[in-house]
């Protein structure tokens, strides 16, 4: 059975030709602003250290959807990102996720908690962004100083497993990937020049999703360390809090009673003393193996709520109140070990309460859910700032040099400040009652930064109006019946790359029209399998030099011919037309509105010269 949504990653040589056009041309760079790329302050050290590998800043962003395809970890790495926790790995590779996905107007809250690409894939994107941001280092003349960090779930049965144990050598060992890769580029190129170190990663992050017994993460994290020389983090569940902890801070002290909890969840996840009897034992191992261990704050909540547009079911709350279930469990870890445990956090950061995050100790921070708002990726050369000022403001030019904060004294703070309170983060994006179509939405733009696989992008049509009608053909010749015309009235137009949409959703509570972008706009499928294997949905593609419109299981054709002519395809014939749109010849029968052939007109040449959509199949004729 075909799948509503996949995604088809670009290929290296696309990727670079448009990460190069980009920077000559000083426009955003993968949709980050070269005013908001982030180049380190002389006067301010933002360095740290993850269990011995040097880290230009704290700061990256979580598994999740940020860290899937390459090009999503080079905007990040752009706007100041250093530490990727990349997607979650695991065994299944084919799952069928619910569409959408993801929705986090305030909040946030997903079903989405794996990757999205076959395991292979996955290596193949990491080892790209891994050769992009090496060449992006050299080229802008900003040290590297980048972590990837792996991240597998969620059974040690499918962690053994060969095609998981096989990614994680990749990893390690990531010459021949990178030789291939190196292979495919052009002789000249610049990126065959590229000194990127063969170990792509060594930390892990282990993902203990919910429902994961205590033996079990364990014996995961144990073998991780012993078998693959692995640095281990586990990351851990806000269900450590017990149910009783849970609803007193989220319900009680911070008012999200419209979030239902599952008792069996509580019941099923990792409990409190399980925990501290398994660290002594893991920290032993680490010792023994001599590779790192630490702990993550926090995974999503499980949970359930009417919000979202999900089905019924269970879903994983992230955002502001994960924020104060985190770093109230992460305060009381620290005391309980005596800090001598490192501690990694991601649970609603944003660019304000990043640096007291940082300060307590934590690092590396990790950010997610305010990704998905408003600016997106540009917003991390904020965090980064704010974090310069923070040390500014303590009299030191040194991260590392940074006093340590009170740990309890942050927790604390954070249940109580009202800005992670329920009042504060229950308005959405306005609405405004019109109902998206095909063109001539507001164009806002506010619908692209959301979008974490950067699959929506600007299209130039002509304005004006064409007037248009219905064509009746047959054996004995065409008529033209009068009809309404084709009119465009804005010339930015915002469309969708197919490849990289995998109809998340997100896009949809940003918008201010109803219907949602990613399932509306003008879509633009660069990849064949992509097109053939999704008959369901709507959209364009270049066969060669004919445009395919595909419209409710409806398929018209565009080709352009020598002499200024065109072919238009439709059910039941062709039509062949001298500019401007006058039949010359026909075949079969049948009739058709001609506002779709102008539409197929203009957005051959458009698509043509979009450069974030153009198809990389060769000329065309002109």
């Known amino acids: 059975m075909a799948r509503a949504a996949e995604l088809y990653p670009l290929p290296l040589t696309v990727l670079l030709e448009r990460l190069e056009r980009e920077l000559d041309a000083g426009s955003e760079v993968f949709g980050v602003p070269q005013a908001a790329i982030w180049r380190p302050d002389p006067s301010r050290d933002l360095s740290t250290l993850h269990f011995g590998v040097p880290l230009g800043t704290p700061l ?9 395809l390459a090009q999503n970890i080079v905007a990040g790495w752009l706007a100041g990102a250093r530490f990727f926790e990349l997607k979650t790995v695991q065994v299944l590779d084919d799952l069928e996720l619910p569409r959408p996905c993801i929705w986090a107007p305030h909040v946030g809250y997903n079903v989405e908690w794996s990757q999205e690409l076959r395991v292979p894939q996955s290596a193949l994107e990491y080892a790209k962004a891994w050769l992009l941001v090496h060449h992006l280092a050299a080229r802008l003349g900003i040290p590297a100083m980048t972590v990837f960090d792996l991240s597998v779930g969620y059974d040690l049965a499918g962690i053994r497993g060969e095609k998981v144990a096989n990614f994680l050598a990749r990893m390690r060992s990531a010459g021949p990937l990178l030789q291939r890769l190196w292979r495919e580029l052009p002789q000249g190129s610049a990126l065959r020049e590229v000194q990127a170190p063969d170990e792509l990663s060594r930390t892990l992050t282990l993902s203990t999703f919910h ?20 640095d281990v983090v586990v990351k851990l569940n806000p269900t450590l809090l017990g149910e009783a902890g849970v609803r007193e801070l989220l319900h ?22 399980q925990l501290m009897e398994m660290v002594p034992r893991l920290r032993h191992v680490a010792a023994e ?65 990043f640096p007291e995050v940082v300060a307590a100790g934590i690092r590396p921070v990790t950010t997610c859910t305010d990704l998905l708002q408003g600016k997106g990726y540009p917003k991390l ?25 009170d740990v309890g004294a942050w927790a604390e703070r954070a249940a109580a400040d009202p800005r992670y309170a329920a009042a504060a983060n229950r308005k959405a994006p306005r609405k405004v009652g019109s109902q998206l179509v095909l063109l001539d939405c507001l164009t806002c733009d ?21 007037p248009a009608g219905t064509l009746s053909w047959s054996a004995s010749g065409w008529t033209a019946d009068e009809g309404p015309a084709l009119t465009i009235k804005r010339r930015h137009q915002i469309a969708v790359l197919a490849d990289l949409c995998n109809r998340c959703g997100q896009c949809d509570p940003f918008c201010p029209e109803d219907g949602g972008p990613f399932a509306t706009k003008p879509t633009l499928f660069l990849d064949a399998d992509a097109w053939a294997e999704h008959p369901a949905r709507d959209g364009f593609w ?3 030099p004919t445009l395919r419109w595909r419209r409710a299981g409806v398929e018209h054709t565009w080709t352009p011919l020598p002499d200024g002519l065109a072919r238009w395809g439709v059910p039941g014939g062709t039509i062949t037309f001298a500019h401007p749109l006058s039949p010359v010849a026909t075949t079969g029968e049948g009739r058709a509105d001609l506002r779709d052939a102008h539409l197929l007109a203009l957005t051959y040449e458009a698509w043509r010269a979009a450069p974030g959509f153009r198809p990389p199949v060769g000329e065309f004729p002109r």
């Open 446 to 466: 506010k619908c692209q930064p959301v979008c974490p696989n950067l699959a929506l992008g600007d299209l130039a049509l002509p304005v004006g109006t064409w």
């Open 252 to 273: 009680d002290r911070l008012g999200y009673t419209e979030v239902r909890l599952d008792p069996h969840a509580f019941a099923a996840d990792l409990e409190w003393g």
């Open 211 to 230: 429902g994961c017994p205590a033996h079990e993460i364990e014996g995961i994290a144990t073998h991780l360390m012993r078998d693959h020389g692995l």
């Open 542 to 544: 270049f066969d060669g």
């Open 381 to 405: 050369k904020n965090y980064l700032g704010n974090l310069e000022a923070h040390l500014a403001g303590a009299g030191v030019a040194r991260l590392e040099d940074l006093p340590r904060a």
């Open 60 to 68: 990256g962003p979580a598994a999740g959807p940020h860290t899937q």
């Open 289 to 353: 193996e001599g590779v790192g261990f630490g702990v993550k704050f926090s995974n999503t909540l499980v949970c359930r709520s009417g919000e979202p547009p999900f089905p019924d079911g269970d879903m994983y709350l992230s955002g502001a109140p994960l924020h104060v279930l985190a770093a109230t469990l992460a305060a009381r870890f620290i005391e309980a070990t005596g800090g001598q445990v490192p501690v990694t956090f991601s649970a609603g950061i944003d660019a304000q309460n």
